[in-house]
């Protein structure tokens, strides 16, 4: 079965450091990743995606994420992490085999503190 | 484009009555996907559909929820009769239907019922 899993529930990092948000997945054949963020009382807004290709991907904000396939993981990534980076961060795979449907996983909450 | 249009932003209404929530997708895209977001069960998906048919709705918690599609660029998700536990913020989301595609979503209905 399509899945995404997000083990972290909330992540705490200080303003400047580098941050990881994980995410792992298990697809039937490609995966099609994505990354996405919620700020308060907002709709969910899209970050990056993985298609094919380079396994660094470069998105909105500054993050980026890493493709592992052995792993099978799309960790999210920042070099410096900002306080306005707090939000809610959701992982997804789109299935391909299944009418193109997307899989959210739980979410995690990143908290940067200056 | 001014993206995904949900209509209204809040709904406070009382047990037992109809409620109707309703999305204007973005142009063009052929998926449309319907959310509700709590702090107990997080993202879930209730319904899906692509070329305004309903692909997949395993997600619709029970007969009190129904949703249609009347044509691309419309869709509403209606509760009838709504209950407390309904209480959430819907959103909906609509994507092209390719797997490649990212999905871009409202900015969600906050609907309390009292």
């Known amino acids: 079965a399509q899945s995404v899993a997000q083990p972290e529930d909330q992540v705490n990092v200080a303003e400047g450091n580098p941050l990881t948000v994980k995410c792992t997945y298990s697809?039937?054949?490609?995966?099609?990743l994505f990354w996405y963020v919620q700020y308060p009382n907002r709709g969910l807004q899209f970050l990056l995606k993985?298609?094919?290709?380079?396994?660094l991907v470069k998105g909105s904000y500054g993050f980026e994420a890493e493709f592992n396939k052995s792993q099978t993981s799309f960790h999210l990534k920042k070099p410096s992490a900002l306080v306005s980076d707090s939000a809610l961060y959701f992982c997804?795979?789109?299935?391909?085999?299944?009418?193109?449907?997307?899989?959210f996983g739980s979410g995690t909450k990143l908290n940067v503190k200056p | 484009d001014a993206g995904v249009i949900q209509s209204p932003r809040h709904e406070v209404t009382e047990m037992g009555q109809e409620v109707t929530l309703r999305c204007k997708p973005i142009?063009?895209?052929?998926?449309l996907f319907w959310y509700r977001q709590t702090m107990m069960r997080g993202l879930e998906l209730l319904i899906y559909?692509?070329?305004?048919?309903?692909?997949?709705d395993s997600g619709m918690p029970e007969d009190r929820f129904s949703a249609k599609m009347p044509n691309a660029s419309f869709s509403t998700l209606k509760i009838q009769p709504s209950e407390p536990r309904d209480s959430a913020v819907y959103f909906c989301?609509?994507?092209?239907?390719?797997?490649?595609?990212?999905?871009?979503f409202g900015q969600g209905t906050r609907l309390t019922v009292v």
């Open positions: 989301a609509s994507s092209a239907g390719y797997p490649n595609t990212e999905a871009f």
């Open positions: 697809v039937s054949g490609n995966p099609y």
């Open positions: 993985y298609i094919t290709g380079d396994n």
């Open positions: 997804a795979v789109r299935d391909m085999s299944n009418f193109n449907k997307f899989y």
């Open positions: 142009s063009g895209h052929n998926s």
């Open positions: 559909f692509n070329n305004n048919v309903p692909i997949d």
